[in-house]
């Protein structure tokens, strides 16, 4: 693993120091977005996404798609949901998902344009 280079000396830059202090989110804010991070950590939720970039989806035809159970999917679905990152409305019988709104598909998008540079 490569180390990170450190200063020299100890110098510290005061407008620098000031403007972090003014610009940086309230602590619970970073904890609130280091979480939702979190969320996108897992590759079994990132193919949910996917599969819901492209329609509204119930968890059975998410569970074929992805060859899961629908118990897995359903638990990584309950996951997403309290995140806000999807949806769901019931029709009948079935459980339908959705993206919760633009802004996952722009997260995830960002995402692959990162890694694919």
Do not use: W
């Not at 939702?36 to 492209?54: A, N, P, Q, W, Y």
Request: glycine share 4%.
């Amino acid at each position: 693993m490569e180390k990170a280079e450190c200063c020299e000396s100890q110098e510290l830059h005061e407008e620098l120091l000031k403007l972090v202090s003014d610009t940086l989110p309230e602590e619970e804010h970073l904890l609130d977005l280091a979480e939702l991070f979190k969320v996108f950590g897992d590759s079994t939720r990132i193919r949910i996404l996917f599969v819901l970039f492209e329609a509204e989806v119930c968890v059975c035809d998410l569970a074929a798609a992805l060859n899961m159970t629908q118990s897995a999917i359903s638990h990584q679905l309950g996951i997403l949901k309290r995140n806000k990152l999807v949806k769901s409305r019931r029709e009948g019988k079935s459980v339908f998902y959705s993206l919760a709104d633009e802004h996952v598909r722009t997260i995830i998008g960002q995402g692959m344009e990162h890694i694919l540079e």
